[in-house]
């Protein structure tokens, strides 16, 4: 890099800031050896680690990590250490479909522009990008097409590979034992579409997003939103690492690093941490209702090549769920005797006995879903949240200084069971009007509002398409439950297509929607045979989660007893079930007021956000652990 270079843009960082970032590098490789020990540096060669070694030694859940405590020195407070900062262009939070589409656009638009100068910054708190990814995916390929017109493309050596056209679609009306044909919403008619691992796309954006120059650092997790004075985003900052479980620090204590932007996207996905701030803070939802959100749950098997159908995309509604319970099943047929199927509930459930793990595991004896299982392997396991609010709830999303992109902002489009074309969409729109907004500025003219963005959602095909199906999700809310909605529905798509001149509502909160324990009859499982069906031990095993045990918690409630008398005689533990990983537990205990100890197993946790969601007491607080950490899937 030049000296000229390097002197025009003093104002914004140092010279050696700008080597740190914008050395070039593939993503999973190490970068060269820096000859700086500073708390920066030391920050950005992690970013280059594998989560191996970003998050401690990968372990089985029966081990023991090693750990180094903290030091007696009760005095030290890690915040009297400032916080290394750098300065760019553009922050995206989040790197998944709709971040990265957004960081691609960006410097697509700045190079074409000639401002190759134009810095976009990615920070994903997966130790890899695609680490956290976990999505039953068919995609809609629009957005796409438009955002990289050769993915496909023989000519193209680059090409995304991994895609199993879809061929055929099926969709069944289950009871206990029987399998009933009904018709497929226009919705959902997948000719076109593709079945992919949103795993492996998510790592092959990442790839094209550095090609183009985006600056991509995995196993950084931003964990706070920095301010201007004037009360706009300034920015992010990472968590600091090295603390020890009470928060004290430990003699590996590095603290976090400040990434300040002009304009900062958030593309955390679903429920995201520093979105529920924002939100809050601007009162992002003062003109939309309530989000509601369902539990996503998911396994990739192998199967039989005897019985493999490839491209055969099926979906069901009814058992095993209860008729007040709102979910669906999947089953994608992919790559080679690949199988993706999963569950979806709506965390509007109101019986606190329900355990959505344990409702998956009775779907796939279904004879519809195990003839294809029986003889085959579960290689993954995953679970995620959802936003399931559609049209209605969707928030304000720009705000002073950034913008809610993608699943964060909730463009999941229920009807279709497709958001990743919506997502892209997004953040490709929020691109467009970010690079309008700061193309003619300059540094000092501070942060900006992307009022072109909120004009472009409204005059998208994410407007269009999301009002058109606004009432399919809220229509299962009516008395009739499951038979209601379906009835609904189909008037919707068949006939109404989104005319109608009303607008269902949906309910408060999912949370409230959770009836007592003794006003719900108690459901007993089965015991999973481990062929078909498996423990939550042996299925949390299959995620490659890891968190350091020796770090504050950060699944966080204040008073964890208090926390037990306040859910325990209601609620009977509703925790241990609505959680897919075996994070919360109920211990017996004669010396607790209940008879009965609250405990968390953070180490276990697949950040699926549902806690955070269904908790009726709202004291749990999802808030991400140390860069690097957590799930490690694989193609899911």
């Not at 680690?49 to 030694?57: C, D, E, S, V, W």
């Not at 497929?184 to 008619?189: D, G, K, S, T, V």
Request: net charge neutral; hydrophobic share 35%; with cysteine.
């Amino acid at each position: 890099m030049s000296v000229s270079v390097v002197a025009s843009t003093a104002l914004r960082r140092t010279a050696l800031r700008r080597t740190l970032l914008r050395t070039p590098r593939v993503i999973g490789t190490a970068p060269p050896c820096l000859a700086t020990t500073s708390i920066a540096s030391r920050c950005v060669v992690r970013g280059y680690r594998p989560a191996p070694i970003t998050a401690g030694q990968r372990r089985a859940l029966s081990s023991t990590a090693r750990r180094t405590f903290a030091s007696v020195d009760d005095t030290f407070d890690p915040a009297s250490i400032e916080r290394e900062s750098d300065e760019v262009d553009v922050c995206i939070v989040g790197g998944g479909p709709a971040g990265l589409s957004a960081a691609i656009k960006l410097k697509q638009l700045a190079n074409e522009a000639g401002n190759e100068d134009f810095r976009v910054l990615l920070l994903e708190k997966a130790g890899e990008l695609g680490d956290h990814i976990v999505s039953g995916n068919v995609v809609e390929p629009s957005a796409l097409n438009e955002l990289i017109p050769d993915w496909n493309s023989e000519d193209n050596p680059n090409r995304f590979e991994p895609v199993t056209p879809a061929t055929k679609d099926k969709m069944r009306f289950l009871t206990k034992k029987s399998s009933i044909p009904i018709p497929a919403p226009p919705q959902m008619n997948n000719h076109g579409n593709y079945i992919i691992s949103l795993n492996q796309f998510s790592k092959w954006l990442g790839e094209r997003a550095e090609e183009v120059g985006v600056e991509v650092y995995a196993g950084f997790a931003a964990s706070e939103i920095l301010y201007n004075q004037d009360g706009s985003v300034k920015g992010v900052a990472t968590n600091d690492l090295g603390l020890s479980r009470s928060g004290k620090p430990k003699d590996s204590f590095e603290r976090g690093m400040e990434f300040h932007a002009r304009c900062t996207l958030l593309a955390e996905g679903c429920h995201g941490s520093l979105a529920k701030k924002v939100t809050k803070k601007f009162d992002l939802r003062r003109d939309s209702q309530p989000q509601t959100y369902g539990l996503g749950i998911k396994e990739v098997w192998e199967i039989d090549p005897a019985k493999f159908e490839k491209g055969l995309v099926v979906h069901s509604m009814g058992y095993p769920l209860p008729m007040d319970t709102y979910g669906g099943g999947w089953m994608y047929h992919f790559g080679d005797n690949m199988v993706s199927i999963g569950l979806v509930v709506g965390l509007d459930y109101p019986n606190p006995w329900l355990a959505p793990y344990g409702e998956f595991q009775k779907m796939k004896h279904h004879p519809l879903y195990s003839k294809y299982l029986e003889g085959g392997k579960c290689i993954s396991y995953g679970a995620r949240t959802l936003n399931e609010g559609g049209f209605q709830s969707i928030p304000k999303c720009a705000f002073p200084g950034g913008a809610l992109i993608g699943d964060t902002a909730g463009f999941l489009n229920v009807p279709k069971i497709k958001g990743t074309h919506t997502a892209m969409r997004s953040g490709m729109l929020a691109a467009e009007a970010a690079w309008t907004a700061l193309k003619d500025t300059k540094d000092a003219e501070g942060a900006v509002f992307l009022y072109d963005y909120e004009d472009k959602l409204r005059n998208s095909s994410i407007w269009k398409e999301l009002k058109q199906v606004r009432n399919m999700r809220p229509s299962f809310h009516t008395p009739l439950g499951l038979y209601g909605g379906i009835m609904y529905s189909g008037l919707e798509a068949f006939l109404l297509r989104g005319k109608s001149p009303w607008t269902l509502k949906h309910h408060a909160g999912d949370h409230l929607a959770t009836k007592r324990a003794d006003q719900c009859q108690k459901i007993e499982y089965p015991k999973p045979d481990g062929k078909i069906s498996f423990d939550i031990l042996t299925s949390v095993s299959r995620t490659g989660t890891n968190h350091e045990e020796d770090q504050p918690v950060h699944l966080q409630v204040a008073d964890w007893d208090k926390h037990a008398d306040m859910d325990w005689p209601k609620y009977k533990g509703v925790e241990n079930r609505f959680c897919p990983a075996g994070v919360y537990e109920y211990v017996e205990d004669e010396s607790k007021k209940h008879g009965v100890r609250f405990q968390i197993n953070a180490q276990n946790c697949v950040h699926c956000k549902t806690c955070d969601i269904k908790d009726p007491s709202q004291d749990i607080n999802w808030q991400t652990p140390q860069g690097g950490e957590g799930p490690k899937y694989v193609m899911t």
